[in-house]
């Protein structure tokens, strides 16, 4: 069942917070003295107001630790083992009305009619945690957010007061403040809100904020911060910093004022008379927004190197500076549900902040994060559309869920709403055109400034000012799962047909002229180029263009939509017992759609050849003048292959057999976590393996195996264990079995058809190790010692892609001889 998704033009009740904050720092303990006046403007008479609590989130009983818990699958959270000064909630000392709490909820019981104001006072103290998330202390700052006991929102569904729930943001009624900060004197502040009073004495000072129409109130405070002011048309924006990185300053400078500028031009004239930019500590992402406050974490600060490098050249930075700014609108002006619909913000902030990159940075933002690799990167990447490709993620599990109908907390993954929400938005501007989707979006803004749009409120607008149906587009992104799908096909009189899953027009390019075309439309071109802009993210990219679009590149490709890829490695490989083979391997691939080719030969004529994508196998192999294949289909849990095989896992009990045995059967192969079967049935023998595959202590990988063959051949069975390190991956070793079957699978390229070496031995006296070691990742050095009643050696270097495995093996290494 779908919810009714409407406000219909509906009631917004309104507040007025005085708050007096009363801060020591040497408990990190609040005192808040906190008056509410209450504006019900709905028809209905309230028998109780409910408040968020937000801050017990912070201690170990909170359903949010619970949700980190059932999110995450561990047993215990930062918070739990956390000492209890580090923990955070909040206790209401006394109200004037009777009240109870739980958890993170608080109901104050008194009648409030309609079109009644009512009045509240609540006295907390609010116990500052360290900083887990958004709320807490970390270094010397102190950033105070969702901290005072927070009225929840009553709308046309009732009381909406969800708490502190894992990955959701918030949700509150548009309100006017005014808030007393009372700190030590040499504690600087940054809030939501305009300076309106200052009484500073030797010790203490108190400081006096006021702001309107807004749906919170946010505060940080620290001895360090050194404050940078600028001007913006009417607007003062301050930088607070502890870092005196000069760098972080320049970019939030510019950035800032160039974000405010471009999206009140855009949407709607900036609100409020001050924008405080705050260098944090955060824990939640990049950044977080408050009204007329933002908090972004300096890249600088990343604990893991790899995060520092996304930012080179300022990039990663300059992105989430324009991603919070771009919540004042999107949450901070409009104030929709965030933890029910949470795509209305931050889907459509995701929108704006692609509009800014690509106004911003144009094209050249994707390399900008490569940094000094950008040369080779470009190679690989050419025009490379990063957002298409980073977006194509929403299609692929477990990421593909329907955006509306559950709670942020129960989504299997919220990057969803950032994903679905902005190709919505691009899917619609591409309908519409770029003018009337502006147009539309001012009118939004007109419509529900400070009021709380639900998503049908957004899609009725559009439908009334387009005159469109959006039904089948809101069913695709906002109620649906998947993506949709325009492609073009040739037909046989020599013209094009394009087709589409939904029937809207979509930009098309017929030979050089662009213009807008339905779906079942069929035309006379040359050349024909669906969705040139990418606006539409599709299932397949690559039926989008006729001709078809393909690209070759050594070695490998960086997964592009809208190209057939194709990427070569040519080999050459050496053993005695198949002497030289040369051959290429090729690797095709649409987005994540791979196939597999390889082909080899030897001067004496022999040959390979395979194919093999996710779910399909055919493999072709001439060697010694035996012909056989295999070929089959394969999933993640089972494969079921046909084979025709002579160089069978029996050739070793006798060499003649070797020449005469020309098998047919089937290969039935099933995988279940940490177990795998393997069986070859043919109408001579059955041949069944077993393994059992598991790792101890994240290091050792052991596999345990049963093996045996039934039928006319000698019947025989083993059981045997083999394994290695696996950890730090540096190196792996076959552990040594002596006295029984030794099977390696480390020594055996593609099936044994290169090479016999070391693959079923028959031997009561067989031993071996492998030692190998690759510092650079694919390329490494190995060596094998072992007994078969000779000394074995064999020792080379080897080279590891995708799944592949090549080894040049040293020319005079042993070969075990097939008894
Ligand atoms: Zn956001």
Redesign the pocket.
């Given at each position: 069942m779908i919810e009714i998704l409407f406000s219909i033009a509906n009631f917004q009740n309104f507040i007025n917070y005085e708050i007096f904050v009363d801060f020591d720092d040497s408990l990190s303990i609040i005192k808040g003295y906190e008056t509410i006046y209450y504006i019900n403007n709905s028809k209905d008479t309230l028998k109780y107001i409910e408040l968020n609590l937000y801050a017990n989130a912070f201690r170990p009983n909170s359903k949010y630790n619970q949700d980190i818990k059932n999110k995450l699958k561990v047993k215990k959270t930062e918070i739990d083992r956390s000492k209890p000064k580090d923990w955070g909630y909040i206790i209401i000392d006394s109200c004037s009305e009777k009240f109870d709490t739980n958890d993170m909820l608080m109901r104050v019981y008194k009648t409030i009619l309609p079109n009644e104001t009512t009045k509240i006072f609540i006295k907390f103290t609010l116990k500052i945690p360290k900083l887990f998330d958004r709320l807490g202390k970390a270094e010397q700052e102190y950033e105070i957010t969702q901290w005072y006991p927070k009225v929840g929102v009553y709308d046309e569904r009732g009381w909406r007061t969800y708490g502190y729930r894992y990955n959701t943001e918030f949700y509150g009624d548009y309100a006017n403040w005014k808030v007393s900060i009372k700190t030590k004197k040499n504690y600087v502040v940054g809030a939501s809100g305009y300076l309106v009073d200052s009484i500073v004495n030797d010790s203490f000072k108190i400081l006096t904020y006021k702001l309107e129409k807004a749906h919170d109130f946010a505060f940080v405070m620290s001895k360090r911060y050194k404050v940078e002011e600028i001007n913006y048309d009417s607007i003062k924006i301050y930088i607070l910093h502890y870092s005196n990185d000069s760098n972080f300053i320049k970019v939030a400078k510019y950035h800032s004022i160039n974000a405010l500028k471009i999206f009140s031009k855009k949407l709607y004239p900036y609100p409020y008379k001050t924008l405080t930019i705050v260098e944090s500590h955060l824990r939640a992402g990049g950044g977080m927004?408050y009204p007329a406050l933002v908090l972004i974490t300096n890249p600088k600060e990343f604990k893991i190197r790899r995060f520092r490098l996304i930012n080179s050249k300022n990039y990663y930075l300059a992105i989430v500076i324009a991603?919070e700014i771009g919540?004042q609108w999107f949450y901070g002006i409009i104030g929709n549900d965030e933890a029910y619909e949470a795509w209305l913000d931050?889907g459509m902030?995701s929108y704006l902040e692609d509009y800014y990159n690509h106004l911003v940075f144009n094209d050249e933002s994707i390399y900008n994060i490569f940094g000094n690799l950008r040369k080779i990167i470009k190679f690989y990447l050419g025009n490379y559309d990063f957002r298409l490709f980073s977006d194509y993620f929403v299609y692929l599990e477990p990421y593909n869920e329907p955006i509306l109908g559950k709670p942020a907390w129960e989504m299997k993954n919220y990057w969803q709403v950032y994903n679905r929400g902005k190709n919505l938005m691009l899917a619609l501007q591409d309908i519409l055109g770029d003018s009337l989707f502006d147009l539309i979006l001012k009118e939004y803004f007109k419509r529900f400034a400070f009021k709380h749009p639900r998503s049908e409120d957004f899609i009725k607008l559009v439908e009334e000012i387009s005159n469109l149906d959006l039904t089948a587009l809101k069913n695709q992104w906002l109620y649906g799962k998947g993506l949709p799908n325009y492609s073009v096909y040739k037909t046989i009189n020599n013209t094009f047909l394009i087709k589409g899953t939904y029937k809207y027009p979509i930009s098309t390019i017929i030979d050089n002229n662009l213009l807008k075309l339905k779906p079942d439309t069929i035309i006379n071109a040359k050349k024909i180029i669906i969705d040139p802009y990418n606006r539409v993210l599709e299932s397949d990219e690559w039926d989008n263009t006729y001709p078809r679009r393909f690209e070759i590149k050594p070695f490998f490709n960086i997964p592009k939509m809208g190209y057939y890829q194709i990427s070569y490695i040519p080999f050459i490989f050496y053993n005695p017992f198949d002497n030289y083979f040369f051959g290429i391997y090729l690797r095709g691939s649409e987005s994540y759609k791979r196939h597999f080719f390889s082909y080899g030969g030897n001067t004496k004529g022999d040959f390979y050849l395979g194919f093999w994508e996710n779910n399909f196998l055919f493999n072709l192999k001439f060697v010694k003048n035996i012909f056989n294949f295999d070929f089959g289909l394969k999933n993640k849990f089972i494969q079921l292959i046909v084979f025709n095989d002579y160089i069978n896992d029996l050739s070793y009990l006798d060499e003649n057999y070797f020449q005469k045995s020309n098998v047919w059967g089937i290969k039935i192969n099933g995988f279940y976590k940490n177990l795998k079967i393997f069986s070859k049935i043919s109408k001579d023998f059955l041949k069944f393996n077993i393994n059992y595959n598991f790792n101890i202590l994240k290091m050792l990988n052991v596999q345990f195996s049963y093996y045996r063959i039934f039928g006319n051949y000698p019947v025989h069975e083993r059981i045997y264990i083999d394994g290695g390190f696996l950890y730090p991956r540096a190196f792996e070793i076959l552990l040594p079995y002596k006295g029984s079957w030794f099977y390696s699978k480390y020594l055996v390229f593609n099936d044994g058809i290169y090479s016999k070496r070391g693959e079923n031995i028959f031997s009561d006296e067989f031993a071996l190790s492998e030692f190998k070691i690759s510092p650079f990742g694919i390329f490494g050095v190995y060596s094998s010692v072992g007994w078969t009643g000779k000394i074995y050696i064999d020792y080379g270097i080897y080279l590891k892609l995708y799944k592949i495995e090549l080894k040049f093996v040293n020319f005079n290494s042993f070969i075990v001889k097939i008894n």
């Amino acid at each position: 069942m779908i919810e009714i998704l409407f406000s219909i033009a509906n009631f917004q009740n309104f507040i007025n917070y005085e708050i007096f904050v009363d801060f020591d720092d040497s408990l990190s303990i609040i005192k808040g003295y906190e008056t509410i006046y209450y504006i019900n403007n709905s028809k209905d008479t309230l028998k109780y107001i409910e408040l968020n609590l937000y801050a017990n989130a912070f201690r170990p009983n909170s359903k949010y630790n619970q949700d980190i818990k059932n999110k995450l699958k561990v047993k215990k959270t930062e918070i739990d083992r956390s000492k209890p000064k580090d923990w955070g909630y909040i206790i209401i000392d006394s109200c004037s009305e009777k009240f109870d709490t739980n958890d993170m909820l608080m109901r104050v019981y008194k009648t409030i009619l309609p079109n009644e104001t009512t009045k509240i006072f609540i006295k907390f103290t609010l116990k500052i945690p360290k900083l887990f998330d958004r709320l807490g202390k970390a270094e010397q700052e102190y950033e105070i957010t969702q901290w005072y006991p927070k009225v929840g929102v009553y709308d046309e569904r009732g009381w909406r007061t969800y708490g502190y729930r894992y990955n959701t943001e918030f949700y509150g009624d548009y309100a006017n403040w005014k808030v007393s900060i009372k700190t030590k004197k040499n504690y600087v502040v940054g809030a939501s809100g305009y300076l309106v009073d200052s009484i500073v004495n030797d010790s203490f000072k108190i400081l006096t904020y006021k702001l309107e129409k807004a749906h919170d109130f946010a505060f940080v405070m620290s001895k360090r911060y050194k404050v940078e002011e600028i001007n913006y048309d009417s607007i003062k924006i301050y930088i607070l910093h502890y870092s005196n990185d000069s760098n972080f300053i320049k970019v939030a400078k510019y950035h800032s004022i160039n974000a405010l500028k471009i999206f009140s031009k855009k949407l709607y004239p900036y609100p409020y008379k001050t924008l405080t930019i705050v260098e944090s500590h955060l824990r939640a992402g990049g950044g977080m927004e408050y009204p007329a406050l933002v908090l972004i974490t300096n890249p600088k600060e990343f604990k893991i190197r790899r995060f520092r490098l996304i930012n080179s050249k300022n990039y990663y930075l300059a992105i989430v500076i324009a991603h919070e700014i771009g919540h004042q609108w999107f949450y901070g002006i409009i104030g929709n549900d965030e933890a029910y619909e949470a795509w209305l913000d931050e889907g459509m902030n995701s929108y704006l902040e692609d509009y800014y990159n690509h106004l911003v940075f144009n094209d050249e933002s994707i390399y900008n994060i490569f940094g000094n690799l950008r040369k080779i990167i470009k190679f690989y990447l050419g025009n490379y559309d990063f957002r298409l490709f980073s977006d194509y993620f929403v299609y692929l599990e477990p990421y593909n869920e329907p955006i509306l109908g559950k709670p942020a907390w129960e989504m299997k993954n919220y990057w969803q709403v950032y994903n679905r929400g902005k190709n919505l938005m691009l899917a619609l501007q591409d309908i519409l055109g770029d003018s009337l989707f502006d147009l539309i979006l001012k009118e939004y803004f007109k419509r529900f400034a400070f009021k709380h749009p639900r998503s049908e409120d957004f899609i009725k607008l559009v439908e009334e000012i387009s005159n469109l149906d959006l039904t089948a587009l809101k069913n695709q992104w906002l109620y649906g799962k998947g993506l949709p799908n325009y492609s073009v096909y040739k037909t046989i009189n020599n013209t094009f047909l394009i087709k589409g899953t939904y029937k809207y027009p979509i930009s098309t390019i017929i030979d050089n002229n662009l213009l807008k075309l339905k779906p079942d439309t069929i035309i006379n071109a040359k050349k024909i180029i669906i969705d040139p802009y990418n606006r539409v993210l599709e299932s397949d990219e690559w039926d989008n263009t006729y001709p078809r679009r393909f690209e070759i590149k050594p070695f490998f490709n960086i997964p592009k939509m809208g190209y057939y890829q194709i990427s070569y490695i040519p080999f050459i490989f050496y053993n005695p017992f198949d002497n030289y083979f040369f051959g290429i391997y090729l690797r095709g691939s649409e987005s994540y759609k791979r196939h597999f080719f390889s082909y080899g030969g030897n001067t004496k004529g022999d040959f390979y050849l395979g194919f093999w994508e996710n779910n399909f196998l055919f493999n072709l192999k001439f060697v010694k003048n035996i012909f056989n294949f295999d070929f089959g289909l394969k999933n993640k849990f089972i494969q079921l292959i046909v084979f025709n095989d002579y160089i069978n896992d029996l050739s070793y009990l006798d060499e003649n057999y070797f020449q005469k045995s020309n098998v047919w059967g089937i290969k039935i192969n099933g995988f279940y976590k940490n177990l795998k079967i393997f069986s070859k049935i043919s109408k001579d023998f059955l041949k069944f393996n077993i393994n059992y595959n598991f790792n101890i202590l994240k290091m050792l990988n052991v596999q345990f195996s049963y093996y045996r063959i039934f039928g006319n051949y000698p019947v025989h069975e083993r059981i045997y264990i083999d394994g290695g390190f696996l950890y730090p991956r540096a190196f792996e070793i076959l552990l040594p079995y002596k006295g029984s079957w030794f099977y390696s699978k480390y020594l055996v390229f593609n099936d044994g058809i290169y090479s016999k070496r070391g693959e079923n031995i028959f031997s009561d006296e067989f031993a071996l190790s492998e030692f190998k070691i690759s510092p650079f990742g694919i390329f490494g050095v190995y060596s094998s010692v072992g007994w078969t009643g000779k000394i074995y050696i064999d020792y080379g270097i080897y080279l590891k892609l995708y799944k592949i495995e090549l080894k040049f093996v040293n020319f005079n290494s042993f070969i075990v001889k097939i008894n």
